[in-house]
Nanobody, 114 residues
Framework: VQLQASGGGLVQPGGSLRLFCVAS????????MGWYRRAPGKQRELVAT???????NYADSVMGRFTISRHNVHNTVHLQMDSLKPEDTAVYYC?????????WGQGTQVTVSS
């Protein structure tokens, strides 16, 4: 399974970005999908996940500002990021789980700065 993420960029504080990730390859049934991020000098952390049935889970730091969604038929997952803060600056990674095996995308840079 390959994951291709896109949508990152430079945005001012308070702005919005939408991340997009598509899974391809040997796909039979993707279970959980999600987004993680790694800020400079920090470990990778969970941002948001969503089950195949649509149950969402968010890190406390993004609750109320970010929204995760997915399309099971197209094997895509999105992350709508609003009210962005400088501390949201990081490389964002798409993740998908199939048959208990996790797969990672290449990451997309999000920079929040004035």
């Amino acid at each position: 399974v390959q994951l291709q993420a896109s949508g990152g960029g430079l945005v001012q504080p308070g702005g919005s970005l939408r991340l997009f990730c598509v899974a391809s390859g040997s796909i039979s049934r993707i279970d959980d999908m999600g987004w993680y991020r790694r800020a400079p000098g920090k470990q990778r952390e969970l941002v948001a996940t969503i089950t195949r049935g649509g149950r969402e889970n968010y890190a406390d730091s993004v609750m109320g500002r970010f929204t995760i969604s997915r399309h099971n038929v197209h094997n895509t997952v999105h992350l709508q990021m609003d009210s962005l803060k400088p501390e949201d600056t990081a490389v964002y990674y798409c993740n998908a789980r199939q048959w208990s095996v996790g797969y990672w995308g290449q990451g997309t840079q999000v920079t929040v700065s004035s």
